[in-house]
């Protein structure tokens, strides 16, 4: 499956992005989505993941309750609303697949990943 993240900007300290993942070359709806952040001169870390159907998510407690995945396997898309963003958010962000149905936090447990896009937060 190849995924192409889009979405990321500039934005305040306290706005909303919504990042999307668009998936094709496979059924959409037999991998876990998760999205990565890697922050400048950080390591790339686990942000959220969602199972086949949607029915059960995970996130990491940085992000818990400013945070929303989702998706769409209609439309082979999985989002990402960020909501009351703060500078310390500012990094790139994966999208990444993986074709087993339980939701994993390490990075070696998905084996697609599309290439990130920047999201910027302003103090």
């Known amino acids: 499956v190849q995924l192409q993240a889009s979405g990321g900007g500039l934005v305040q300290a306290g706005g909303s992005l919504r990042l999307s993942c668009a998936a094709s070359?496979?059924?959409?709806?037999?991998?876990?989505m998760g999205w990565f952040r890697q922050a400048p001169g950080k390591e790339r870390e686990f942000v959220a993941a969602?199972?086949?159907?949607?029915?059960?998510?995970q996130y990491d407690d940085s992000v818990k309750g400013r945070f929303t995945i989702s998706r769409d396997n209609a439309k082979n898309t999985a989002y990402l609303q960020m909501n009351s963003l703060k500078p310390e958010d500012t990094a790139v962000y994966y999208c990444?697949?993986?074709?087993?149905?339980?939701?994993?936090?390490?990075?070696?447990?998905?084996?697609?990943w599309g290439p990130g896009t920047l999201v910027t937060v302003s103090s």
């Open positions: 990444a697949a993986r074709d087993v149905n339980y939701i994993t936090a390490t990075i070696s447990g998905y084996k697609y």
């Open positions: 070359g496979r059924t959409f709806s037999n991998y876990v």
């Open positions: 969602i199972t086949w159907r949607g029915s059960n998510t």
